[in-house]
């Protein structure tokens, strides 16, 4: 564990909260956090969790400009949710595109753990998009991200990093209901688009 790892973890804190609050200041946190989270992960060669932290850069990027422009529409950030052949859609695409993604990590790189890497950097980034386009169901992907990234995490001694993601955990079960309870505060949820 590093001052990196701290700082990071810190700052993770202080993103997932105000996500949970539905804060666009959520996002100059995220920016900072994932960049520190680069450097963390490449150093425990947990490989396909580093180029998760560029991709997620990008995310943090986008998804700060839709939820000001949200913001700015409608007076706060809506919430929307997905049909159900959408969350069909994306959860094959998503477990396609992972596992496809571990087995060539197993294949062509010294990765760690290739294939429950590859799950939560995949997942992860399903996650990150729902966020950024304010669906509920993010939350339910972070919740199965988060609970196996706990254990890998610790697998491979970040210690501190696994704490934070039963953190998430937490916050995300909490996001979860805090969202569910704004969505249905709404006036027409179908009106609610990306």
């Known amino acids: 564990m590093n001052w990196l790892e701290w700082v990071a973890a810190g700052l993770g804190l202080i993103n997932v909260a105000l996500v949970v ?3 666009v200041w959520n ?3 995220g920016l900072a956090m994932v960049s520190l989270y680069f450097v963390v992960f490449a150093e425990a060669r947990l490989y396909s969790d580093a180029l998760l932290q560029v991709f997620f ?6 998804g700060w400009h839709n939820w000001v422009r949200a ?3 409608t007076g706060e950030v809506p919430v929307g949710l997905m049909t159900a052949r959408e969350r069909v859609r994306w959860g094959m695409a ?3 595109a992972s596992l496809a993604w571990g087995l060539a990590m197993a294949r062509f790189t010294d990765a760690a753990a290739p294939i429950a890497d590859a799950g939560v950097a995949g997942f992860s980034i399903a996650a990150q998009l729902l966020m950024a386009r304010r669906r509920l169901e993010n939350w339910v992907v972070w919740i199965g991200v988060d609970i196996v990234a706990i254990g890998l995490y610790a697998s491979r001694g970040l210690t501190l990093t696994a704490g934070l993601y039963f953190l998430f955990l937490l916050l995300a079960t909490a996001g979860f209901f805090e969202w569910r309870r704004a969505l249905r ?3 027409d949820v179908r009106s609610v688009v990306a």
């Open 21 to 23: 609050r539905r804060s």
């Open 71 to 73: 913001k700015a529409e």
């Open 27 to 29: 996002y100059p946190f």
């Open 185 to 187: 505060a709404q006036p």
């Open 94 to 96: 998503t477990l396609v």
């Open 57 to 62: 850069f990008v995310v943090q990027l986008y």
